[in-house]
């Protein structure tokens, strides 16, 4: 009878379905001598809770780091940001004005007669563009007196030509 009492409370046990006093139960069945042999194959797994029982957990507790630590780490930080930035709008500044020093030369001449020729040099060329815009204008008066003649020939002659 105590065989079929032990068979089914390791039914329940291992579908998780006992209470303390049964798990009890199974223990002292399992570590005493006289276990069936068709149960032989549970006992190892009784004996190691029995002997988690007996052991004492001491945790090791790791402290976090001291206040001071933190402020010291967050204080360089901050100041190799700093660095960063500055040295970044340092070479941002550096290189504009290098920019800025390259485009002063507007053009100007010291010597009068240097200046008087690149001025007839800059006016010359402003003249040729200006004529090749103006030969395109002509064209275009040409097509519209060309356009008017069409167009006052058919008004005359309604049928067509």
Not at 80 to 94: D, E, F, K, P
Request: glycine share 4%; with cysteine; hydrophobic share 35%.
């Amino acid at each position: 009878m105590e065989l079929a009492k032990i068979e089914d409370l390791l039914e329940k046990y291992f579908q998780g379905e006992t209470s303390i006093a049964e798990e009890n139960e199974l223990r002292n069945y399992f570590s005493s001598s006289n276990v069936a042999p068709h149960l032989e194959q549970y006992k190892p797994i009784f004996e190691c809770f029995s002997l988690a029982k007996g052991r004492q957990f001491t945790p090791e507790i790791s402290l976090p780091p001291r206040p001071r630590d933190k402020k010291r780490t967050v204080a360089w930080i901050s100041i190799a940001a700093s660095v960063v930035v500055l040295l970044g709008i340092g070479t941002y500044v550096y290189y504009s004005t290098d920019v800025v020093n390259k485009n002063e030369d507007l053009g100007t001449y010291d010597d009068p007669q240097e200046a008087f020729r690149a001025t007839q040099k800059a006016l010359s060329l402003l003249s040729n563009n200006v004529n090749v815009g103006i030969e395109s204008v002509l064209y275009i008066q040409e097509y519209q007196t060309t356009k008017d003649k069409i167009f006052i020939n058919t008004s005359k002659h309604p049928g067509g030509l």
